[in-house]
T-cell receptor, first 114, second 115 residues
Framework: ETGVTQSPTHLIKTRGQQVTLRCSSQSGHNTVSWYQQALGQGPQFIFQYYREEENGRGNFPPRFSGLQFPNYSSELNVNALELDDSALYLC?????????????FGQGTRLTVV | SQQGEEDPQALSIQEGENATMNCSYKTSINNLQWYRQNSGRGLVHLILIRSNEREKHSGRLRVTLDTSKKSSSLLITASRAADTASYFCATDAGYSGGGADGLTFGKGTHLIIQP
């Protein structure tokens, strides 16, 4: 058990809709990152939040957005869903204390866009 | 794009044997982490090795890092059926001009332990 929880575990949405995925970080961690994992691939970095601000972003369009709350929980929002957005979405929490430490992942949310 | 590449893509061995997986990467890193993933579920953190370290151990796991060759290896000794999973290396390059770079993963090695 990592202490990182994600909800929901599975979700089916229609193309064009919007979706919000949630993540609760491990206690004591101040950084949260989101990753997209397509079938048969490794996870791809979407973005990272530190102290409630986005401080890093991968190669994802602006319709992928996020929030980090004062209790270090986080949301990933995806607008105008496309079929290719179907994937496992993973949240990772870590502690930044001058250097990056181990990143612990939740169990993921499986998103299917139809 | 994916920086890390695990080798081999798939590995099948008998229970009790040792399993070795390799990872190569392209840019300089702050640390490298190994993860295990069972059947498309969440990633389980195995070990982190920093760029100034050459070898780390954790239980049956041994990780090496060669920054001159930009490569790492994960050795699992005395394998068990429960070790069947996909294994990923993830490099942490720290921060570039655009902010945090996040972890960069390869496609993974699928390990099958046969009883």
């Amino acid at each position: 058990e990592t202490g990182v929880t994600q909800s929901p575990t599975h979700l089916i949405k229609t193309r064009g809709q919007q979706v919000t995925l949630r993540c609760s970080s491990q206690s004591g961690h101040n950084t949260v990152s989101w990753y997209q994992q397509a079938l048969g691939q490794g996870p791809q970095f979407i973005f990272q939040y530190y102290r409630e601000e986005e401080n890093g972003r991968g190669n994802f369009p602006p319709r992928f957005s996020g929030l980090q709350f004062p209790n270090y929980s986080s949301e990933l929002n995806v607008n105008a869903l496309e079929l290719d957005d179907s994937a496992l979405y993973l949240c990772a929490s870590s502690l930044f204390n001058g250097m990056n430490t181990e990143a612990f992942f939740g169990q993921g949310t499986r998103l299917t866009v139809v | 794009s994916q920086q890390g590449e695990e080798d081999p893509q798939a590995l099948s061995i008998q229970e009790g044997e040792n399993a070795t997986m390799n990872c190569s990467y392209k840019t300089s890193i702050n640390n490298l982490q190994w993860y295990r993933q069972n059947s498309g579920r969440g990633l389980v953190h195995l070990i982190l090795i920093r760029s100034n370290e050459r070898e780390k151990h954790s239980g049956r796991l041994r990780v090496t890092l060669d920054t001159s060759k930009k490569s790492s290896s994960l050795l699992i000794t005395a394998s068990r059926a429960a070790d069947t999973a996909s294994y990923f290396c993830a490099t942490d390059a720290g921060y570039s001009g655009g902010g945090a770079d996040g972890l960069t993963f390869g496609k993974g090695t699928h390990l099958i332990i046969q009883p």
